[in-house]
């Protein structure tokens, strides 16, 4: 059993920064790619970010430049750095890992609210 645990959500002015951290949890994990994905109200579900196990990352054209991915491919941990947040940046944000043989493995979800 995989299981992934997000905190860092909340409720911040425009301009403001956010970390939200995931956690993975299992016996023998192996993680091929940990990222996130966010989804706003009456819309899809987008990628925002994710990074490979050799460091590799890819971003979301909306939020280059102000969110930074991170891991510690030790503590199975992703964490992603928010800065000059807009109030489109409004989401529930979904952390998720590819675990080798196992398939992909998603969080319970984390609020995140930028007013303006």
């Known amino acids: 059993q995989v299981q992934l645990v997000e905190s860092g959500g909340g409720l911040v002015q425009a301009g403001g920064s956010l970390r939200l951290s995931c956690a993975a949890s299992g016996s023998k994990l192996s993680i091929n790619v940990m990222g996130w994905y966010r989804q706003a109200p009456g819309k899809q579900r987008e990628l925002v970010a994710y990074i490979t196990g050799g460091g590799s990352t890819n971003y979301a054209d909306s939020v280059k430049g102000r969110f930074t991915i991170a891991r510690d491919n030790a503590k199975n941990t992703v964490t992603l750095q928010m800065s000059s947040l807009k109030v489109e940046d409004t989401a529930v944000y979904f952390c998720?890992?590819?675990?080798?043989?196992?398939?992909?493995?998603w969080g319970q979800g984390t609020q995140v609210t930028v007013s303006s």
């Open positions: 998720y890992a590819d675990v080798t043989w196992r398939g992909t493995y």
